[in-house]
């Protein structure tokens, strides 16, 4: 049914399962089919790597070919870039790719974005990738009380500017130690995320594990928290090499 304003949506998985791409492909879709505002905040990648995901995803082109345009790239595939460029160039998104960026940081960029396309009147989402990476506002602070901080911080930031928070998140050591579908207590100081957030999503990947499986690049989105709809579990199928997600069908 949508992205829904004021809510704070966090997505959880191990890494490398495909947590970003799932976050950006949302970010996409928003900013083109929306015509919605969009702020993405890297804090582990940079702004030419996110953007390469997004353009490979909406260009479907291989990442192998974007890196390698000169060598590999046709005159239909210029083309279709071209004009993937020009189409997301036209949209009301900004990625902000620093690494050392506290809450407070995060809020007054995002206000500041907010103001830029004020006339617009149109729907913000705020993605974060990731939590674990947001920098304490004081060294000495505890990480159980910085990382309250910042999900009470991301609430009120939803709230604050009527728009979607995405924020992503890293599971616990357990988990992957385990090879186990994810539970709410497997994100990284659970209780605080989990009374903070409105919606909160655990993917997992079968052939992560290096488990014999027929689900060969088959995601699970496992909607664990979901203070206004339903909870469950949902299918998608991963091109990795499209930094894509796609229907099963």
Same mark, same amino acid.
């Given at each position: 049914?949508?992205?829904?304003?004021?809510?704070?949506?966090?997505?959880?998985?191990?890494?490398?399962?495909?947590?970003?791409?799932?976050?950006?492909?949302?970010?996409?879709?928003?900013?083109?089919?929306?015509?919605?505002?969009?702020?993405?905040?890297?804090?582990?990648?940079?702004?030419?790597?996110?953007?390469?995901?997004?353009?490979?995803?909406?260009?479907?082109?291989?990442?192998?070919?974007?890196?390698?345009?000169?060598?590999?790239?046709?005159?239909?595939?210029?083309?279709?870039?071209?004009?993937?460029?020009?189409?997301?160039?036209?949209?009301?998104?900004?990625? /902000?790719?620093?690494?050392?960026?506290?809450?407070? #940081? +995060?809020?007054?960029?995002?206000?500041? =974005?907010?103001?830029? &396309?004020? %006339?617009?009147?149109?729907?913000?989402?705020?993605?974060?990738?990731?939590?674990?990476?947001?920098?304490?506002?004081?060294?000495?602070?505890?990480?159980?009380?910085?990382?309250?901080?910042?999900?009470?911080?991301?609430?009120?930031?939803?709230?604050?500017?009527?728009?979607?928070?995405?924020?992503?998140?890293?599971?616990?050591?357990?988990?992957?130690?385990?090879?186990?579908?994810? /539970?709410?207590?497997?994100?990284?100081?659970?209780? #605080? +995320?989990?009374?903070?957030?409105?919606? =909160?999503?655990?993917? &997992?990947? %079968?052939?992560?594990?290096?488990?014999?499986?027929?689900?060969?690049?088959?995601?699970?989105?496992?909607?664990?928290?979901?203070?206004?709809?339903?909870?469950?579990?949902?299918?998608?199928?991963?091109?990795?090499?499209?930094?894509?997600?796609?229907?099963?069908?």
């Amino acid at each position: 049914k949508g992205l829904r304003k004021q809510e704070l949506i966090i997505i959880g998985a191990n890494p490398s399962v495909g947590k970003t791409v799932l976050a950006t492909n949302i970010a996409e879709r928003h900013a083109l089919n929306n015509k919605g505002i969009t702020a993405v905040f890297s804090l582990e990648m940079s702004a030419n790597s996110i953007s390469k995901r997004m353009f490979s995803s909406l260009s479907l082109t291989t990442s192998d070919k974007l890196s390698n345009s000169y060598e590999k790239f046709t005159v239909k595939d210029w083309q279709k870039t071209v004009e993937v460029a020009a189409m997301f160039g036209a949209t009301k998104t900004e990625i /902000i790719d620093d690494t050392n960026l506290t809450i407070n #940081d +995060i809020r007054t960029i995002s206000r500041q =974005i907010k103001e830029k &396309y004020k %006339e617009t009147n149109e729907h913000m989402v705020i993605l974060i990738d990731y939590l674990g990476l947001i920098k304490k506002l004081d060294a000495k602070q505890q990480t159980r009380e910085h990382m309250k901080d910042v999900a009470v911080g991301l609430k009120n930031l939803a709230k604050e500017l009527d728009c979607t928070v995405i924020a992503l998140s890293q599971l616990s050591r357990d988990n992957e130690k385990d090879k186990r579908r994810p /539970i709410m207590a497997d994100l990284k100081e659970s209780g #605080d +995320i989990e009374a903070a957030a409105d919606t =909160i999503m655990l993917l &997992y990947r %079968e052939d992560y594990q290096g488990r014999e499986t027929e689900k060969k690049d088959i995601i699970e989105i496992i909607v664990s928290k979901n203070r206004n709809g339903a909870t469950g579990t949902a299918e998608m199928k991963f091109i990795k090499e499209l930094s894509k997600f796609v229907d099963i069908g």
